[in-house]
């Protein structure tokens, strides 16, 4: 499976933008980039996920660089329920379709 | 807002007994999971189900562990005989396609404690 680099933790004050970066080098042409958090003592919940081009939904955008081997997500104004582990995925195709999870970065946002 | 719902939401148990884990995925998906988080470690996948067969384990899901979706809206996870290292976070997800698009949606997860 291919592998993600992101930081271990990252801190952020409330209403400001945060910028979650992710490192994945070895992206191959077909790998999708996800995005998932998990709030404490909850589940993993979808965030946003792109192939080439930005992204852009109710809760985050995707940055994409232009040869794919990184990517940020951008809160555009955090709030405490954002406090989360935010994974970021590379998604192989295959028909079952499963994520596999790494360690995430451990966002925690400050009043 | 359709959701996953996993029951039961907490699991005491004794090492060797068996445990079932209940998921009702979301109505019209297709594609089922299980994951597991060991306190404090990162979410492991399991298992994936699909057109009611196994379409990819991992190494943690060996003989004692199997999944079924017996009625068409129940997917269940049995662990035949519990160790302590399966106590653990039990999180069940379904998605409506496969492939590497689309989101997959997670229950809130079954705790299980084996003593």
């Known amino acids: 499976d291919a592998k993600t680099t992101q930081p271990n933790s990252m801190e952020s004050n409330e209403e400001e933008p945060v910028h979650l970066p992710c490192n994945h080098s070895?992206?191959?042409?077909?790998?999708?980039i996800h995005w998932y958090r998990q709030l404490p003592s909850q589940g993993p919940e979808y965030v946003i996920h792109?192939?080439?081009s930005n992204v852009n939904n109710r809760m985050a955008s995707l940055a994409i660089a232009e040869d794919r081997k990184s990517s940020t997500l951008i809160l555009h104004r955090a709030t405490l329920r954002d406090a989360a582990v935010y994974y970021c995925?590379?998604?192989?195709?295959?028909?079952?379709?499963?994520?596999?999870f790494g360690q995430g970065t451990e966002l925690s946002v400050k009043p | 807002e359709p959701e996953v719902t996993q029951t039961p939401s907490h699991q005491v148990t004794q090492m060797g007994q068996e445990v079932i884990l209940r998921c009702v995925p979301i109505?019209?998906?297709?594609?089922f999971y299980w994951y597991r988080q060991i306190l404090g470690q990162k979410v492991e996948f399991l298992v994936s189900?699909?057109?009611?067969?196994?379409?990819?384990k991992s190494e943690i899901f060996d003989d004692q562990f199997s999944v079924e979706r017996p009625d068409g809206s129940n997917f269940t996870l049995k662990i035949r005989s519990t160790k302590l290292e399966d106590s653990a976070m039990y999180f069940c997800?379904?998605?409506?396609?496969?492939?590497?698009?689309?989101?997959?949606?997670f229950g809130e997860g079954s705790r299980l404690t084996v003593l």
């Open positions: 997800a379904s998605g409506g396609r496969g492939g590497n698009t689309g989101e997959l949606f």
């Open positions: 070895t992206i191959s042409g077909t790998d999708y």
């Open positions: 792109g192939l080439t």
């Open positions: 995925i590379l998604r192989e195709y295959n028909q079952g379709g499963k994520l596999i």
């Open positions: 109505s019209n998906h297709l594609y």
């Open positions: 189900f699909y057109n009611n067969e196994i379409s990819e």
